[in-house]
């Protein structure tokens, strides 16, 4: 209306209608055409012509406009006024549509990251009370991958539709679901505190895990969260969104159904990742060592070998915990830098320690598959002089799991080399007992799960018990770990396992202190 009047008073003190001024007009019939599409163009232009009608053709003179001219003018800013409406119309309209696109994903049809962003930035430029603010949850399908297998891609996009639709409706005032990959999901808590996220979580959890039809198949998934609540310092979207990934990621590594974010997770992940960033430094300056834990052969308690667990001394010369640093270190290239280390400080033991016995090392599902693993055995035993008999490699039964044809070909080559092989951990991995019949492995080593319960649990003593047979069965050497107390040990011996190691007779201990160890407990053994 101000550039209505404003340009009418231009018009008037320009002369009148009979100048070029009254195309002014045009202005904010233009500007009410791009607020408000057709209608506001139209109405605009409406005043326009109408406050152009009571205008003199020449205001100096005194000559009045005709009503020819008059109606020429209002019909030409109708059409002006309504035709560019009808372009802002379908302007604005393509930009909705291409809006829509840009925030939907087009396999669920369920808002995405982009979506995600958007809406949690708006929440987060809200006020908030000093007990409730903004959080989001982020949810992971676990075993969508067995979905996807049994089920093809099409049933895994129904699934994630369908599990969306199902958590929103349990987030108090009407929330949203948001898809950020083939597996997992985002939702965004309104007006929550840190006492809510637990009821909310089990809420979820519960309404998640109940079966859903997907192409008249009845499927159950497993779900895994990680949550965040916005704090003072949090920037936005993207850091309350990454302090719920490092949540969720919390939850997928302790395999329980939900995590909230503690700010002490960023200080861990930052030593974490500075100590990774350390370790081929480390293996260069020569700060990792193997420690070596006896093994007990318990029909007669004498050394029978031992294991050899890296340790790493840093600068400051403090051993820094395997737990810090190995867990990340199995996921990256440096995995076989590390397990090159351990192999051939373990074969210099074995060629200058005196004792009897083979020592055991660890190797990951990496290790497992690489040649290089295998040269490296093979030099040990053709060209440094290490009996074969004298090295063990373990493994987990997580190896295991994938193509079994492809591991018992690489443990083949192994004990080709005269090395033996075990299964460490056993009975906390694979489901299956088939492996045992085709893998050309040596023992079992069956983890300490199954003996801490041993004094107390007659379950526990027969599970023990059965595993023991089948070992033996399949002519494998047994041997328990986590042995802590004499009972578990005499009843370990009473149920026929071979070999026991644990804090009962020694921690992992440096070469020197290892072997003086070695030394007493022989002597104890004959005083005995």
Known sequence: MLLLIAGSAIVYATGGTAYAYPYLMLIPVLVAASWYTTPGGLIAALLAGAMMATMPQDAVLGIEQTTANYLTRLVFYLLLGGL???LFHLRRRSANEHRVIARTDPQSGLPNQVALNEDLDHCLSQPVSKVSQTGVIKVKITDMTDVVEALGMDAADELLFAMGERLSRVIRGGGKAYRLS???????????????????????????????????VPVRVQL????????????GARELLREARIALLATMRQRHGHTHFNPSFD????????LIARVRDGLAAREFELHYQPKIRLADGKVCGCEGLIRWRGENGRL????QFMPKVENTSLIGPVTNFVAKAAGAFAIHDGSEGAISINVSVHDLHNEELHDLLLELVEHAGVCPGRLEVEITESALIGDLEVARSAIQRIRDIGIGV????FGTGFSSFEYLQHLPITGLKIDRVFVSHLERDERARKLMACMIDVGHALDLVVTAEGVE???QAAILRSLGCDHAQGFLYSPALPATEYHAWCQRHSRDR???
Request: proline share 4%.
């Open 320 to 323: 820094i915990p395997p737990g």
């Open 526 to 528: 004959d005083h005995d």
């Open 422 to 425: 075990s299964i460490d951990d």
């Open 84 to 86: 560019a409406g009808w």
């Open 182 to 216: 083939l597996d997992e999901l985002a939702l965004i808590l309104k007006d929550v505190g840190p006492g809510d996220l637990g009821h909310i979580s089990q809420r979820l959890m519960d309404v998640g895990e109940d079966s859903l039809l997907i192409q008249q």
């Open 485 to 487: 107390t004499v009972e």
């Open 224 to 235: 895994a969260m990680g949550s965040a609540i916005a704090r003072d310092g949090t920037t």
């Open 267 to 274: 200080r861990r992940t930052l030593e974490s990742l500075k």
